[in-house]
């Protein structure tokens, strides 16, 4: 069994389903929860990944979460190396600005919700979403985006977002969405994060959008990101 090495910024942002398939594969999810003055490790030697989850703060924040650059400076280190390296939302930004990109507010304005996402050009030709639709949807919750970092190849996009994802070279993957999400998930951020819901705009579901019928979006969403996690859970092995 290897270890994964997974930053957590946000009690309710666990690995969620992602829990069940590392479980499923035989790897153990070593979480440190920054959110609760855990330490950013000096490295990550020892571990056969890197797992960056979402949270509410802005990789911008680092005067008042100083952590912040270290924790940039670990995940630059770890994709130099070539360690498998996964993020999700702020994850993805922190991947992005780590790498030389920049995190600013999504000029679409916040996309919180499920909405559908499409695969770019370049996705055609890339290790990463093969036996993925054209176009699948997604839960979403963030109100930043990215450019793209020297070397990032973009992934996905959305009507509401331009960059969705990326891959630096064959072992980093950066998702601006929430795969990993499930029913308790999303009904938990639905409760803990409620304010984020009052902000207007097209890219804003209420509670009552995001939870109806939400057993077999979920359902569906597992079955997506079970193809997605795939090729970067495979890296895992090697």
Request: charged residues 15%; contains cysteine.
């Amino acid at each position: 069994m290897s270890d994964i090495l997974v930053l957590q910024h946000h009690p309710e942002e666990g690995l969620g389903f992602l829990q069940e398939i590392f479980l499923e594969s035989g790897h153990r999810p070593v979480i440190h929860r920054l959110d609760l003055g855990a330490i950013v490790p000096e490295n990550s030697k020892g571990y056969a990944g890197l797992v960056i989850m979402g949270g509410p703060m802005s990789v911008n924040d680092h005067d008042r979460h100083p952590w912040l650059v270290e924790e940039m400076r670990l995940i630059r280190e770890a994709v130099e190396a070539g360690m498998p390296t996964l993020g999700h939302c702020l994850g993805a930004q922190l991947i992005a600005k780590a790498m030389g990109g920049q995190v600013f507010a999504n000029p679409a304005g916040a996309e919180i919700g499920w909405f559908p996402v499409e695969k770019t050009t370049a996705a055609h030709s890339s290790r990463w979403l093969q036996g993925l639709p054209e176009s699948f949807p997604i839960f979403h919750w963030h109100g930043e985006t990215f450019s793209l970092p020297g070397g990032g190849t973009p992934l996905l996009s959305s009507a509401l977002c331009a960059h969705q994802a990326f891959a630096i070279g064959q072992h980093c993957l950066a998702l601006q969405g929430h795969p990993e999400v499930t029913a308790s998930v999303v009904r938990a951020w639905t409760e803990a994060m409620a304010d984020d819901l009052q902000k207007p705009g097209a890219g804003v579901q209420s509670a009552a959008q995001i939870t109806r019928d939400l057993a077999q979006k979920c359902a569906a969403l597992a079955a997506v990101s079970r193809i997605l996690y795939a090729p970067w859970v495979e890296l895992l092995r090697q």
